[in-house]
């Protein structure tokens, strides 16, 4: 008796050939619809399923391989007698080699005018069905879910005339994979299309998009996974157009300067060192507001990312060709531009798509033994009900420091605290175990700068001892959450040196 092969694909890449191949090597094809048709036009011998099963497909073609021909010969195991003995009492042929893959689900909710009842139509059930089956019975059965893997297949069965039981595990892994990674793509559409904001478990799915050279220190391997149908408007979907590839720290440096840079829609350019925030300059051109980024901190912006919102030309090229960058963001590059920043072998130039910044992600956060999920901290100064607590009102130009310091200090480690001018940050303080050691460390950097600038800080002044010291450097402004239970110190404080001081009423941890 022939053996049997089931061949029933939505992508049909490569399937006509794998097919010719199994029939040259004396296997009998089974397939349905639409893969049955493209063989039989390419003159590959087929057996239609139904024809097996002595049963039609039946509700639009939802139902045409749950059937006991079909997976009593993908179950049954080949070697064990009570099996055989039911196989033949039946008039059941076993099934030696499955290749499915699923109804393009993924592709289907990815159309932006994708109606429920589209997704739901493109929910295989069939075809997991026959992959579980036969993944289950890899002992006996090999499973394809990727074409990729057709070749190896192939070339087993020419030289030995069986596929090795260590590929045909590696296989049912894979398909496994594949089946997980569809019902979670599944349960994920569902649960949004229900309204479930916390249901009671999460399955996220994500696929290999780089293996790394080592993780945050050498000793420690890792990887870089991309999440299907994730924001374009990010490092996993950045194209890379010149320098080696990136490695663990940065990709995080990367998105941290990514999430700061998009707060602003003027001009602005930002300077990440190890996830925080090193230089950040606002102006009318991005050539200007590189300069004040790289004003803020001309040390620590060595060895750093750089993140820009506007094209860059080949005048700030020549800019950011003067220093060591690892990596440059931008919408775009000129021609002119790339010449002079490739002629550094190992800088990498990024470009991410800043018109499509759509729904904010999640944050996912691994615990041992856990996972933390929360929603990305989208509230703005636009979203606030901003008081101002003290006596005296900020200027129009505090207005614009503090403004430029809120939207800082959001992004920076906490404890975290920020000085500003209406430009360009001064100073940073960053990841601090208590709030006056961060603006002791801020308003060192900022030195003389300090005097008539604005601070701001991520949460509240459990003491007027930040006002204090913020007074004794020049600061004339500062933008806080408030709601300490000590707030009439600070406010006291502030008013005692005459420093306007605006509440806003939310904080802006950032762990």
């Known amino acids: 008796m022939k053996k049997r092969a089931l061949i029933s694909v939505s992508d049909k890449s490569g399937i006509v050939d794998f097919a010719k191949e199994l029939v040259a090597l004396g296997y009998e094809i089974l397939s349905t619809g639409g893969t049955k048709k493209a063989l039989e036009e390419n003159n590959v011998p087929v057996i239609g399923v139904e024809a097996v099963t002595g049963f039609p497909e039946i509700l639009e073609g939802r139902v045409k391989t749950l059937h006991p021909f079909i997976h009593g010969g993908l179950l049954a195991k080949h070697d064990k007698e009570d099996h055989k003995k039911q196989l033949e009492e039946q008039n059941i042929s076993p099934i030696h080699i499955v290749c499915v893959n699923l109804y393009p689900f993924q592709q289907t909710i990815a159309k932006p005018d994708v109606t429920p009842e589209d997704a739901i139509e493109n929910i295989d059930i069939g075809g997991p069905t026959m992959l579980r089956a036969a993944a289950k019975n890899h002992e006996y059965v090999t499973v394809l879910v990727d074409s990729q893997d057709y070749e190896k297949v192939i070339t087993q069965l020419k030289e030995t005339g069986e596929v090795s039981l260590e590929t045909r595990r590696k296989l049912a892994a894979k398909v496994f994979r594949h089946t997980a990674s569809y019902d979670a793509l599944i349960s ?33 391997k890792a990887s870089f996974y991309e999440k299907p149908l994730g924001s374009e408007f990010s490092i996993a979907r950045a194209k890379q157009l010149h320098g080696k590839e990136l490695s663990y720290n940065n990709i995080r440096d990367a998105d941290a300067a990514l999430q700061i840079v998009k707060e602003f829609k003027d001009p602005a350019a930002v300077a990440v060192k190890h ?136 992004h920076v480690k906490s404890n975290a605290i920020v000085v500003t001018n209406n430009e360009m940050t001064l100073g940073v303080g960053a990841g601090q175990m208590n709030r006056v050691g961060a603006a002791k460390i ?70």
């Open 188 to 220: 994920q559409y569902m649960t949004d299309l229900a309204g479930e904001e916390q249901p009671e478990r999460v399955t996220f799915t994500y696929e290999l998009k780089q293996s790394l050279r080592y993780g945050e220190n050498p000793h420690q």
């Open 275 to 410: 996830m925080n925030p090193c230089g950040v300059g606002t102006a009318s051109t991005i050539e200007e507001a590189y300069a004040r980024a790289y004003k803020a901190d001309p040390v620590s912006i060595f060895g750093g990312i750089i993140a820009l919102n506007r094209e860059v030309d080949v005048k700030l090229a020549e800019s950011l060709h003067e220093i060591f960058l690892e990596i440059v963001i931008a919408p775009s590059f000129t021609q002119e531009a790339l010449k002079v920043l490739t002629s550094k072998k190992n800088i990498r130039l990024l470009t991410v798509p800043f018109d499509q910044q759509g729904k904010a992600e999640r944050v996912l956060t691994s615990v041992e033994g856990g996972l933390l999920m929360q929603d990305l901290d989208t509230y703005s100064l636009d979203n606030a009900e901003l008081k101002v607590a003290t006596d005296r009102e900020p200027t129009a130009e505090e207005w614009d420091a503090m403004k430029l310091g809120w939207k800082v200090v959001k």
């Open 442 to 511: 801020a308003l060192e950097q900022a030195g003389e700068k300090a005097k008539g600038a604005a601070l701001a800080s991520d949460a509240f002044f459990p003491m007027d001892d930040t006002v204090e010291a913020a007074a004794q450097a020049g600061i004339t402004a500062i933008i806080q959450p408030g709601g300490s239970i000590r707030d009439e110190d600070s406010i006291k404080k502030a008013n005692e040196y005459g420093i306007a001081m605006v509440f806003t009423g939310v904080r802006h941890f950032k762990h």
